[in-house]
């Protein structure tokens, strides 16, 4: 915005000074010929005003701007490390404070999440854990045909993330090496 301040001026200033001095000073000019030149005159003497009122109104505005003071749309700080919880229904610091009573509820949510479904929706069993490590089933709404399936899990840091989630086949290769599932999670219900 500063720039666009500057410029104004420059352009202002510029206009008035190429209209005063266009041919003979401004003091040496008549009546008529002032007359004629005033307009422009004008419009660069209110071009360097509107960039100086510009200047004026930003450096407020850049006052009273709280640093860090990013919100996102639930209202949580965000530089200051709050997230929405949607359990809770408030804002919190998830290294503070859990989000979620158990590993079946974050798991809910980040399914629920994922497939645009109300959590209350969504039914998730935990049938093995291990530390970091979670597997289990989910059935979203009566549980029909095609409503559920299983999940593989792993804490990530403080959160934990959905690795693997359907009915298909699970690659056992892809969660022993990159997410270094132990076998007591694989074994025998994801990978025999």
């Known amino acids: ?11 202002g200033i510029g206009l008035s000074a190429w209209v005063a001095v266009k041919q003979k000073p401004w003091w040496k000019l008549t009546k ?13 003497s209110v071009l360097v005003v509107l ?3 510009l200047m ?16 996102d749309e639930h209202g949580c700080l965000i530089a200051a490390g709050y997230s929405w919880c949607e359990p809770k229904n408030k804002c919190l610091r998830i290294w503070e404070e859990a989000c979620y009573a158990s590993v079946e509820q974050e798991i809910q949510y980040i399914l629920a999440e994922k497939y645009s479904r109300p959590a209350d929706e969504v039914k998730v069993t935990v049938l093995k854990q291990d530390g970091n490590f ?20 792993a804490k990530m840091g403080n959160i934990w993330q959905v690795v693997f989630d359907g009915n298909g086949s699970v690659d056992c290769e892809k969660m022993r ?11 025998p219900n994801f990978c025999d």
């Open 1 to 11: 915005m500063d720039f666009i301040s500057y410029l104004i001026i420059a352009v």
């Open 32 to 44: 008529e010929e002032k007359k004629k030149r005033m307009p422009m005159v004008i419009a660069g």
């Open 177 to 187: 090496q990159e997410y270094k599932f132990p076998e007591e999670i694989l074994v």
């Open 134 to 153: 979670a597997g289990g089933s989910v059935i979203f709404g009566q549980g029909g045909p095609g409503e559920g399936g299983i999940f593989l899990a």
């Open 56 to 71: 004026v109104w930003q450096s407020s505005v850049q006052k009273n701007k709280i640093i860090g003071g990013e919100k």
């Open 51 to 53: 960039g100086i009122v």
